[in-house]
C-alpha cells in the first residue's frame, strides 16, 4: 500500500504523519517494523532491503520516505522496480516537504498510482479561518472576529507559528474571549527570516551566534519542532540548488527562471537558495543534510526531545 502526502504546509502534513504513525503503533505494539528514509542520505537498495526483510513479529511494515524526488537515483530505480510495492500489504508513506517540481517523473507516479493521495497547501482566506477557529476550540478558547482576521492576516498560513500564537493566546485569556488587543501584544514577527540568518551563522563555523538566534525564538515560544523543520527544509533546498548549479549552466536570471520551474521553487526563493548555497561545498551540504536526517529520525523515535535535537545539531557542525 502506498500513501503519497505532499504541499508546502509541512503542519499539517507532519501532523497526518503522526496519525498515520500512531494508528500504526495501536496495531503492532513491537514498533520494530517502522521505518524511515530522507531524502539524498539513502539509496534504492536500503529501501529495498528493509522492505523486503522479514519481520520479526510477522508484522506490516510501515515505512516513511521523506523528500525522495531529490535522489536522483532512488527515483530511477524506483520506477523501474517499483511495481512490487503496489501490491504489497505493508504500507509505504511517501512524504514530499514543499510543492512537487513540474513535471516529476515519480511525483506523477505516486500521484496516479498510490492507494492515497493528499495535498496540503498553504491555507489561506476562509479555509485559514476556519482553521484558526477549530484551533481555538481545542484550546477550549474562543475569539472575536476581528481577531480571528488579524490573526490570519498577521501569521498568514504558516500553522506551526499559528499553533504557537494560539496556545499563547489561550493561556493568556483564560477562558475569556481573545480580543484584537491580544493579538497585538502578544503575536511576534515571522521567523523565516532568523532562519536564513542562522544557516549564514552555520556557513562561518559561528555556532555562538547560531545557538542564541534559535535560543531567542525558544524564549519567544516558537516550537523547537517548526525551528529544526525549517532549517531542514532550507538546507534541502540548498542541496538540491547547489546540486543544480553544478550541472554547467550558468546563473542568468533566465537561468534560475529554467531551474525554478524543473525544482518547483519560486524564482525569488531559489535565488535566495543560490547565493546561500555558495558558502558551502556540495559536499559540506551531503554531510549537514545527513546530521539533520538522523538528527530528525531521533526526534521522531522519541530519542531526543526537539529542544535538545536543535543544540546536538548545531553542536556538531
Known sequence: MIIFLYGPDTYRSRQKIKEIIE???????SGLSLDFFDGQSFSFQDFKTQAQSMSMFKEKKLIVLKNSLA????????LKNGDPFLKS????????????????????????????????DLLSGAQLKNWI??????????AEPEAVEKLAREVGGDLWQMSNEISKLANFRNKEKITVKDVDLLVRPKVETDIFKTIDFIAKKDKRS???????HLEKGDAALYIFSMINFQFRNLLVVKAKSQEGSSSSSEQFGIWAKELGMHPFVLRKAYYQAQNFSLEDLKKIYQKIFKVDLATKTGELSPEIALDIFIAQL
Open 23 to 29: 494508528s500504526y503503533k495501536k496495531a503492532h505494539k
Open 133 to 142: 477557529r477549530k484551533e481555538l476550540g481545542r484550546s477550549s478558547a474562543e
Open 210 to 216: 547560531a545557538f542564541l538566534l534559535v535560543k531567542k
Open 71 to 78: 535522489n536522483k537515483s532512488f527515483k530511477e530505480l524506483f
Open 89 to 120: 500489504d505493508d504500507i509505504f508513506v511517501f512524504l514530499e516537504e514543499g510543492s512537487l517540481p513540474a513535471k516529476d517523473a515519480l511525483a506523477g507516479f505516486l500521484k496516479e498510482k498510490a492507494d492515497k493521495s493528499q495535498e496540503f
